[in-house]
Structures are given as C-alpha cells and as structure tokens.
C-alpha cells in the first residue's frame, strides 16, 4: 500500500475546529458523511478493563457543528507522487523555501497525519505554483539524486516512467489550489 496524500479544501473557520476535533478529518474527508467518522469514534470508546478502571472516551466536538461548505471538501489525491512533487518543488528531501515545501512542511498540525493552511497560506502557495508548469519540473528531474536523498516511493533511477508517474498529479494538485485560493479557502494535506 505505501504513505499516500491528498489535499482538501476547507474554510479557515472549520480549520480551527478541526485542529480542536482532529477526528473531523474524516467527515471533512468523506464531505459530511457520517459513516467513518461514526466507526473511528466507536474505536476510541474504552473497553471492558477501560471501563473498568475508568477511562473515557476523549472528548469531540458536535459533528454536527462541523458544516461543510459549498466550496469545501474538494479533494486531489496525490497517491504516492508526493514527495516527487516536493522534491521537483524544492530539490531537497524534507526541507526547501517556503512555500513550495508545502507538501511536507509548515501549516497547522491537525493530528500526526495532517496539517492545515489557512486561506492566506493557500493564496502564497497559489501565487508560487503559478510559473511552474510541466516542462519546469522535467527540467528540475534527477532520477539519481534523488534515489541519493530516498525520495518516497524510492528506486527513480530503475523505474520507468517514474518522472511521468509524478507528473501526472501536478495539474489537478496545482488546479485545487488555483480554486482553493479564488475561493478564499484553505486547505489540509494529509498523509498516511
């Protein structure tokens, strides 16, 4: 399977109860459905020697106070391309100038698998993404430096096609952020 991200727009309002709830990812996530969000609270309730010795289930926020806007929700998936994309972004492994380092560093720690960014955040994420297109990041491609620096999911120098792998999750990611921005939004990047 692999680490995998996505990112998903969010309004800067519903970021500040995501950070307070961590667990609204996932209705954030499944745009309001319940479903999951219901299961991953059955599992944080205690069992029987929890109950026992009396541990409780941590606290939540009412999902229902968690409205997913019109505009919210979009999602892209990055599948495993990410850390291509962040090393193309930057050529390093897990650092680079702000804010084209967004897909592994900054934002707001939501819990240990996601990270938010406020609408402004997004807006400067925008405004750097805008010159890059597709011939930019061929040009920055080094199948073997990276393999020196293990950029996820590994073996670039073996691999064919691996730069077109990468390539082909940069327009969506870069288009989500281009609206995102238009909107006013913020987004999360989640990995896991």
């Not at 800067?12 to 479903?35: C, F, M, Q, S, Y």
């Not at 892209?76 to 084209?100: C, I, M, Q, R």
Request: proline share 5%; aromatic share 8%; hydrophobic share 40%.
């Amino acid at each position: 399977m692999g680490m995998i991200a996505s990112l998903t727009t969010v309004s800067d309002a519903n970021i500040g109860k995501l950070v307070e709830d961590p667990l609204l990812v996932v209705l954030l996530e499944d745009r309001g459905d319940r479903h999951f969000y219901d299961k991953a609270r059955e599992r944080e309730q205690p069992g029987w020697f929890g109950r026992l010795t009396g541990r409780k289930a941590p606290a939540h926020l009412d999902p229902a106070l968690f409205v997913i806007g019109p505009d919210e929700g979009e999602n892209v998936d990055l599948d495993k391309a990410w850390h291509g994309l962040h090393y193309l972004f930057t050529k390093t492994d897990w650092s680079g100038e702000p804010p084209l380092d967004f897909l592994v560093n900054r934002g707001r720690d939501i819990d240990e698998n996601s990270r938010a960014f406020t609408a402004a955040e997004v807006a400067d994420i925008d405004i750097a993404l805008r010159p890059i297109d597709l011939d930019c990041l061929r040009a920055r491609f080094d199948a073997a430096d990276m393999d020196r620096l293990d950029i996820y999911p590994l073996a670039w120098s073996e691999a064919d096609g691996a730069l077109d792998y990468v390539l082909e999750y940069f327009d969506n990611m870069k288009e989500i952020i281009r609206r995102a921005a238009e909107r006013n939004l913020g987004m999360v990047v989640s990995c896991g």
